[in-house]
């Protein structure tokens, strides 16, 4: 009986990891491929398919680490929406271009680590495309740049600490596991890339998909009790953010049905583990007089640990800019308590509701964050002037370039720890002391 049973969840996770029935979703929503008939090699004529699997990864520890060199070289090209509704050699017949809804389009932004700007491809549903696009931009680095801060500095700084701190746990877990397991992106064809810009990344599990569920999932758990809505509000919100996210990694072709599903059950069960210590890792972070040390320990060995499972790839300076933001802001939970910074509300006053929309909150709160990201840019600017100038004397690089230094990975991974601990400190402490000097808090 059990062996049937293994037999058959094999055979089930096969069939789901199956590039297939991406493809077929694709063609449903009304993405449209323009493949050549044959994938062929430049100069060999043998065919390439792209097949899921192993892929060997660039071996260099100095091999370029996606901040656009390689692009550079690439012969530029606008990617997005064209708005060409003529036929190509290559392409589908004209009677599949004749519909006035059907737009090409190209990949939004180049492969990070290869420069690759995509194949081109066809839109016969625009609806679904800006719906699935905004969806996994909610599991893109720029929405968690605007999101932590808004929420620390104008709903609720001790969700947004706790929330910083399962992400940056659960990013580092799931980076840390597709460096482990090492599957390729769904094949393409029969797959559209129809996003190329973590192409080059093992893909199993969805870190997006993980993500895109940790933050709605833990954001309910954590606001459901001390803010007044209904249980049924905050779970339906949370499910349709999952569930978008999710479903936008297969739109894209990035993922597998078995990888989501994956991404999606292994952030259940990190949250399962997390969430009921959440609350004492907090006072540990503001309590005890050797969490400054807890902390930097922690954070940098696991990095340490994350960095040494692979050869180089894109995931590693997203895993570090991840640890680095959460250390700063677990040392800024320390010094906000230690000074008597904290933001929290007392006891007393929950569970908390929504202030009526006025013209004056919704301007002081747009004040403040304009005010605190401006804040943000200037010290990562700042940071970045003198970190990698510093951390390529160190190595005994050139400094005249940094976009060349940068492909360094001795260079670009404690660069993006130092200066997004930096930046992760000045989020919690910094601008809020800033803005009570001001008088905006």
């Given at each position: 009986m059990a062996t049937d049973f293994v037999k058959t969840f094999v055979r089930v996770c096969k069939n789901l990891q199956d590039p297939c029935h991406v493809a077929r979703f694709q063609q449903l929503c009304g993405v449209q491929g323009t493949f050549p008939d044959k994938a062929t090699k430049p100069d060999s004529g043998r065919s390439e398919p792209d097949y899921p699997g192993l892929r060997k990864r660039v071996q260099s520890s100095d091999a370029s680490v996606g901040n656009g060199a390689a692009g550079d070289a690439t012969s530029a090209q606008v990617n997005g929406m064209q708005g060409d509704n003529t036929s190509r050699p290559d392409g589908p017949s004209e009677a599949a271009n004749a519909d006035p809804d059907t737009t090409r389009a190209k990949p939004l932004r180049r492969n990070s680590l290869t420069g690759d700007v995509g194949q081109e491809f066809l839109i016969h549903n625009k609806l679904l495309f800006y719906l699935f696009t905004f969806g996994t931009e909610l599991g893109n680095e720029m929405f968690f740049i605007i999101f932590f801060p808004y929420l620390f500095w104008n709903i609720d700084a001790l969700v947004s600490r706790r929330l910083i701190v399962v992400w940056a746990w659960n990013l580092f877990v799931g980076q840390s596991t597709k460096d482990m397991i090492r599957w390729s992106r769904p094949a393409s064809p029969p797959v559209v890339k129809v996003e190329v810009f973590y192409n080059s990344e093992y893909s199993m599990p969805s870190t997006h998909a993980m993500t895109g569920t940790a933050i709605p999932f833990c954001l309910f758990m954590l606001t459901y009790g001390r803010w007044e809505y209904s249980f049924l509000f905050g779970l339906s919100v949370a499910l349709s953010w999952s569930i978008l996210v999710c479903v936008s990694r297969v739109y894209m072709g990035m993922h597998?049905?078995?990888?989501?599903?994956?991404?999606?059950?292994?952030?259940?069960?990190?949250?399962?583990?997390?969430?009921?210590?959440?609350?004492?890792?907090?006072?540990?972070?503001?309590?005890?007089?050797?969490?400054?040390?807890?902390?930097?320990?922690?954070?940098?060995?696991?990095?340490?640990?994350?960095?040494?499972?692979?050869?180089?790839?894109?995931?590693?300076?997203?895993?570090?800019?991840?640890?680095?933001?959460?250390?700063?802001?677990a040392l800024a939970t320390h010094a906000n308590y230690q000074l008597g910074l904290l933001l929290d509300p007392p006891l007393s006053s929950l569970p908390l509701t929504l202030p009526s929309l006025s013209v004056s909150m919704v301007a002081l709160s747009l004040l403040r964050f304009f005010i605190g990201v401006a804040v943000i840019l200037v010290t990562r600017m700042v940071m970045k002037a003198v970190t990698i100038p510093f951390l390529c004397r160190l190595f005994g690089l050139p400094t005249d370039d940094v976009r060349q230094a940068r492909q360094h990975m001795k260079v670009e991974l404690p660069y993006r720890y130092i200066v997004y601990s930096v930046v992760g400190f000045s989020c919690v402490s910094v601008v809020p002391l800033i803005f009570k000097i001001l008088n905006l808090a």
């Open positions: 597998s049905i078995l990888e989501v599903i994956t991404g999606f059950l292994y952030t259940l069960l990190i949250l399962a583990f997390f969430y009921p210590i959440l609350d004492k890792i907090d006072n540990f972070y503001m309590m005890d007089r050797f969490a400054p040390l807890v902390i930097i320990m922690s954070h940098v060995s696991l990095g340490l640990v994350a960095f040494s499972l692979d050869s180089w790839s894109t995931s590693r300076g997203d895993t570090a800019q991840a640890l680095g933001t959460g250390a700063g802001a």
